[in-house]
């Protein structure tokens, strides 16, 4: 059985850090992709980062380059999201997500809540 658990989630202060971990069972990460979303209260879901498990492309959306670091532990077959220099705009539900042989992510894990006060 696919299974992504998120965690890792907490309060922090605006500029403050948190690490994210993806445990991933049921597959190999090393042969998909896995993907960092988040979603803010009526706000629509948003990519915020991802990995490629063969080569280790990695993708970050803009609002996040340059705080966040997506990073892979494959024999642990699981992935970390450092957030670093954490602003209130990043306060929201992450949720991890895997890419396995579709064009989409097609596997959700539940979420972590981040909040982030000023």
């Known amino acids: 059985e696919v299974q992504l658990q998120a965690s890792g989630g907490g309060l922090v202060q605006a500029g403050g850090s948190l690490r994210l971990t993806c445990e991933i069972s049921g597959f190999t990460f090393g042969d998909y992709a896995i993907g960092w979303f988040r979603q803010a209260p009526g706000k629509e879901r948003e990519g915020v980062s991802c990995i490629e498990g063969r080569f280790g492309s990695t993708f970050y959306a803009d609002s996040v380059k340059g705080r966040f670091t997506i990073s892979s532990d494959k024999d642990k077959n699981t992935v970390y999201l450092q957030l670093n220099s954490l602003k209130p705009e990043d306060m929201a539900v992450y949720y991890c997500?895997?890419?396995?042989?579709?064009?989409?992510?097609?596997?959700w894990g539940q979420g972590t809540l981040v909040t982030v006060s000023s």
């Open positions: 997500a895997a890419a396995l042989g579709a064009a989409e992510f097609n596997y």
